[in-house]
């Protein structure tokens, strides 16, 4: 999540939805969002909604923020009222959520299932910094209903790591998937970046290779963002780094896909790959193809039935609004038919399981037969007639959107 917030319609002190929000509520898969907005130490690269000040004011600070988020979900309860379904998946995202004390993860959690029910098989993911759990903290989180975890590794290169303000060492994510099966996890993610300032081809094919043999069944892998107004930002400008190459960043993702198809992964999404479906993220998946989710905490968005909205950015205006009974939203949009159509094609592109072609908009039918003429696209007949990007299409997977959107 982004922490500059756009602009929107006001969203009542109730947090009332427009009836069109509430229409079909039920009939789309239904997940919840928890983001805990705490680090320890604020990485270079990063430009999510996070603090690393202890006190942020009542409420916000990390001591009170379970109970606050609660308030967040008990008014979620109310607005969705009782034709809300049970959730689906739950996704506690940061920041770093496993800097909160574990029961506290576990207790929003047991609100969630108090208001709304967990449907049998929920996915419950929380992200984890590797040097932010123990064996103990994730048997507290798995035995609380936890079922999916996902490190944020980045790297295996220890100058890499520096130089992306990573406070682990490398060898420190492996231990913790380690951990994380022990305590029961059957579900573990690791993140990566790649195209780092500095790091080579070798040291990506390292840090894959040290991910593999960490045993997780899913990996992410991303290519480092330069974000306005960060230190790398600020960095890369002063000429102390160079700025990450486009070039560079598509053989990272070559070498990716190589390694990882080797080792029995295949993608579903674009940055995203899986050994199977089962472990697949679902929550994700969620999001990318249109379901319902209430995003908790500063700065969190949400979407129910095309209406989106997004919380105040700060943890403390954000603590007072629900202490005051009030709705922390702080803007919100209803999308058109045509909002929803492009944000759907753009979503959908993206996943292995392709966009149907007979959806692509009329006018944009001249760019979607060049991709397809160019080996961008393909059409696989057993997707009955759903366009996929190729490997090819992949790497250019952002401009090509943007022309079919
Ligand atoms: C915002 S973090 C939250 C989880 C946790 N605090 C961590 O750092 O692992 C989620 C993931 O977003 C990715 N990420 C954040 N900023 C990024 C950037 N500028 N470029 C690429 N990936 C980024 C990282 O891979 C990270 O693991
Ligand atoms: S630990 Fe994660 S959320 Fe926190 S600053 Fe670093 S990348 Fe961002």
């Known amino acids: ?126 992200e984890a910094n590797p040097e932010s759990v123990t064996q103990h903290s994730l048997e507290v989180l798995r035995d609380g209903g ?43 993610n690791l993140d990566l970046i790649y195209s780092t300032p500095g790091e080579t081809d070798d040291d990506w094919r390292a840090s894959l290779d040290a991910a593999l043999a960490a045993g997780p069944d899913h990996v992410s892998a991303y290519s480092l963002i330069v974000e306005e107004g960060t230190r790398l930002a600020a960095r890369i400008r002063r000429g102390e780094l160079p700025m990450p190459d486009d070039d560079v960043a598509a053989d990272r993702y070559l070498i990716a896909e190589e390694m990882l198809a080797s080792a029995g992964f295949r993608w579903y999404e674009v940055s995203n790959w899986a050994v199977s479906d089962e472990a697949r993220c679902r929550h994700n998946l969620l999001y990318w193809t249109g379901g319902d989710w209430w995003g908790v905490g500063p700065g969190a968005h949400s979407h129910v039935g095309g209406t989106r909205w997004w919380n105040v950015k700060h943890p403390a205006p954000y603590a007072a609004r629900l202490a005051s009974g009030e709705s922390p939203g702080h803007a919100r949009e209803v999308l058109t038919a045509d909002d929803r159509a492009v944000e759907r094609l753009m979503l959908e592109l993206r996943l292995a399981t392709g966009f149907p072609l007979a959806d692509v908009r009329p006018s944009a039918r001249p760019a979607c037969a060049k991709a397809l003429a160019d080996g961008l696209l393909e059409v696989e007949p057993f997707k009955s007639g759903r366009a996929v990007l190729t490997l090819r299409g992949r790497l250019l997977a952002d401009a090509l959107i943007r022309d079919l959107a």
């Open 1 to 126: 999540m982004p922490s500059v917030l756009p602009d929107g319609d006001p969203v009542p002190a109730s947090g009332e939805l427009p009836p069109s929000a509430l229409d079909g509520l039920g009939s789309r898969p239904f997940g919840f969002y928890v983001h805990v907005p705490f680090c320890l130490t604020r990485c270079g690269y990063c430009d999510f909604n996070t603090y690393t000040a202890a006190e942020l004011g009542p409420g916000a600070s990390q001591r009170d923020y379970a109970s606050t988020a609660i308030e967040e979900v008990r008014l979620a309860r109310r607005v969705l009222g009782d034709a809300a379904p049970p959730v689906e998946t739950v996704f506690f995202g940061g920041g770093t959520p496993t800097l909160l004390p574990p029961e506290d993860l576990v207790r929003i959690l047991g609100a969630v299932d108090e208001e709304f029910g967990l449907a049998p098989g929920a996915e419950v993911t929380t």
């Open 146 to 188: 936890f079922t999916r975890v996902s490190f944020g590794m980045q790297s295996a290169s220890e100058h890499v790591l520096t130089v992306l303000d990573r406070r682990h060492t490398p060898g420190r994510a492996g231990t913790a998937v380690q951990e994380a099966r022990k305590a029961g996890f059957d579900h573990v």
